[in-house]
């Protein structure tokens, strides 16, 4: 039972692992599109709200990407916890269950990155607007 445990262990450790860079992503962003918030209304200039139009998506796209590898660790995690102590081989590849809910695109518009990062750039095109 102590392989099946530690092997258990390492995937929990990459799940929390993708769980801390999507929340750091999250943070990074509002921080970001804040900073550009505060130059676009100090110097009057659409240019730095712009931007956000660029760096909101890329954000958004790299959160899925990590929200699809974190779901992909859950079934692996899923398949091993089913596993017999004897069929415990400490594989950490998860590629095998990119497919589905748990592939980058439907983890990209999953409902909370998409009202997390919708939000996001719809408040943005409201400063645009407000600042024009």
């Known amino acids: 039972m102590e392989n099946k445990l530690k092997h258990l262990d390492f ?3 990459v799940i929390t692992r993708m769980n801390v860079n999507s ?3 999250k943070g990074w962003t509002v921080t970001l599109v804040s900073a550009l918030f505060a ?3 100090k110097d009057a200039n659409i ?3 712009i931007i956000t139009y660029i760096s909101t ?3 958004w796209f790299l959160d899925g990407y990590y929200l699809s590898l974190e779901r992909q660790y859950r079934e692996l995690y899923n398949v091993v916890r089913k596993k017999d102590e004897a069929d415990i081989d400490f594989d950490l590849n998860a590629r095998k269950y990119n497919k589905g809910k748990n592939s980058w695109l439907p983890c990209t518009f999953s409902v909370t990155l998409c009202v997390f ?3 996001l750039i719809f408040i943005t095109l409201l400063i645009m607007f407000y600042i024009n």
């Open 11 to 13: 995937l929990q450790l």
């Open 23 to 25: 929340f750091l992503l």
């Open 39 to 41: 130059f676009a209304a």
């Open 47 to 49: 240019k730095y709200v």
């Open 57 to 59: 998506p890329l954000f």
């Open 117 to 119: 990062y919708g939000t």
